[in-house]
């Protein structure tokens, strides 16, 4: 547990929320990391039962209280971490990361990347696109992880990837009120345009939710609700269609009144 914000997606971190703000188990910033209790420690053991008997190979978010690859975390919980997966080969780790110009020095230094391992970079915007996916691309080629992925979320505006550097699964979302940090708008144009990126270089999509805001036509609305919601205009050069605040739940998780579930192909 524990993190230090690097990039504008972390503005509204989660885990901040959670467990500096809310439940003030560790402090986030330049503080000590926080190492979680031996339970959580053997879950992992307990879903590669269950994945036994299932004969299925579920996804595990690994570290969604921090990032695996912040160099702030001592090597030698990396260390045990990578031990802990490569024990459980059932389990399909997301190691996702803020930080894609760290993963191949610390892999090594965790004594290489499990084979059940994929690499993932947060991708919320142009400048994020233009330094983290090159930084994947190089970890793919050194590290041969199962697949790479994509989170572009939160979606902070148009992004364009070159398809040299289109990961395997691409996964956008927009972002939910954390705490006291107000979401900020997606477009869906900008969902739009990476589903068909995606489709175009034969990468799976996945589009997790929409976020608090969605457009709308002035005309729609009645006076009453013209007062009581929040709106924001001329998004990301998509001007015509302003945003309106109209909560997570309203706004849901389909563009296009289509659901976008593809996982990537793992071996069974
Ligand atoms: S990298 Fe992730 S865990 Fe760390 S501050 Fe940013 S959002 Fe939070």
């Known amino acids: 547990m524990g993190c230090t914000k690097v990039s504008p997606a972390c503005d ?33 053991f307990r879903w590669q039962r269950q994945a036994d008997k299932d004969g299925d190979r579920p996804f595990v978010f690994c570290a969604s209280l921090a990032d695996i690859f912040d160099n702030q975390v001592p090597a ?28 191949v020095k610390l892999t090594d230094a965790a004594g290489g990347l499990p084979v059940n391992a994929a690499l993932g970079t947060t991708v919320e915007d142009q400048k994020r696109a233009d330094t983290n996916l090159p930084a994947l691309a190089v970890a793919k080629t050194e ?70 805001w969605l457009p709308f036509d002035f005309d729609d609305l009645s006076s009453e609700e013209l007062e009581s919601v929040e709106i924001q205009g001329k998004i990301g050069g998509f001007a015509d269609q302003p945003m309106m605040r109209i909560g997570k739940k309203r706004s849901g998780r389909m563009l296009d009144g289509i659901t976008h579930d593809a996982f990537p192909e793992v071996p069974a």
């Not at 929320?17 to 959580?40: E, I, S």
């Not at 030698?76 to 894609?100: I, N, S």
Request: charged content about 20%.
């Open 12 to 44: 509204g971190c989660y885990a901040e929320a959670l467990m500096d703000k809310r439940y003030g188990k560790v402090q986030w910033g330049n503080a000590p990391r926080v190492r979680t209790g031996a339970h959580t420690w053997h879950d992992p």
């Open 76 to 103: 030698d919980w990396r260390a045990d971490a990578f031990e802990v997966m490569r024990k459980t080969p059932r389990l399909v780790y997301l190691l996702l990361t803020k930080r894609p110009q760290n993963i």
């Open 143 to 212: 590290l041969h992880p199962l697949f790479t992925f994509g989170s572009f979320e939160p979606l902070l505006g148009l992004v364009i990837v070159p398809p040299a550097f289109m990961p395997d699964w691409v996964i956008t979302g927009g972002e939910t009120d954390q705490g006291g940090h107000k979401a900020r708008p997606s477009h869906p144009a900008w969902f739009r345009s990476l589903r068909d990126q995606a489709r175009a270089a034969g990468a799976a999509y996945h589009h997790k939710q929409n976020g608090e």
